[in-house]
């Protein structure tokens, strides 16, 4: 598993464990533990017998999209430390004999596939949209075809907005919530595909299992909800007022080219799992909330 020290992977990480998988974690650095081994995505080295080892191979590396303000140079970790990744990943997989191949490689993409999809809804068969997200994403998943080429069932995750009080979208605006000053970020009228983050770990686990399920997966709840539907009920589960929104050019000042993105409607439904039958624990907003306030 690459991508093993961030917000989600470090949650899988737990989750795969606790339900008995041992998990080998690809690391940058020289390993401390015996379950650690080197790699050095950017310059495509992976030993071959560490991928020859595993059952399923999982990809979540990719620096943070959110994590800093944008610039001309964020943007292109943002775009190399995925595809660089994949790719190294990807051709390993594909370069080993067919019995020592992994059955699956599981890796992570993004709903930004679908750019801003307005009011329209769309799912995995939707094309890829227009920006800067869109267009990591076309590379990114495109860098997973060496293994698919080879016969690996691929699993492309395109993740929505997972809820937790320690990270994600939910994070940075619980303390302005808390003071009294959170609120809707623009018009509010963006539509933003959450998951609960029981449900996105249940999601992967299900597709690890599932070998007739391959391609893109949007890991998203069955409900999507407005910016100002979120604000709404985040206020009200946290007892505090929402009377602050933060207009479009604030969040130009403060966040740069991430901006564009964070006003960007993505009106994303989980086909694929819908088809499937999976389960979702928390269907709806407000069960998802109160879970991740919960931690």
Known sequence: MAGVSGFLGTRLVDRLTTDGHQVTRLVRRAPRTPDERQWNPSAAQLDPQVVADADAVVNLAGAGVGDKRWNDAY??????????????????????????????????SAVGWYGNTGDRTVEEDSPAGDGFLADVCRVWEAATRPAEDAGTRVVRLRTGLPLHRDGGLLKPQLLPFRLGVGGKLGNGRQWL??????????????????????????????????????????????HRPAIMPIPAVALKVALGGFAHEALTSTRVLPGVLGKAGFAWTHPDLPGALRAALAG
């Open 75 to 108: 943007k292109g970790l943002i775009r190399s430390s995925r595809v660089d990744s994949t790719t190294t990943l990807a051709i390993t997989v594909a370069g080993l004999p067919a019995a020592d191949r992994p059955a699956v490689l599981v890796n992570a």
């Open 193 to 238: 595909p959450w998951i609960s983050m029981h449900d996105w770990l249940d999601a992967v686990a299900f597709l690890l299992a599932r070998d007739d399920l391959a391609g893109p997966v949007n890991v998203v709840g069955p409900a999507p909800v407005t910016n100002a539907e979120f604000t709404r009920e985040l206020a009200r589960q946290l």
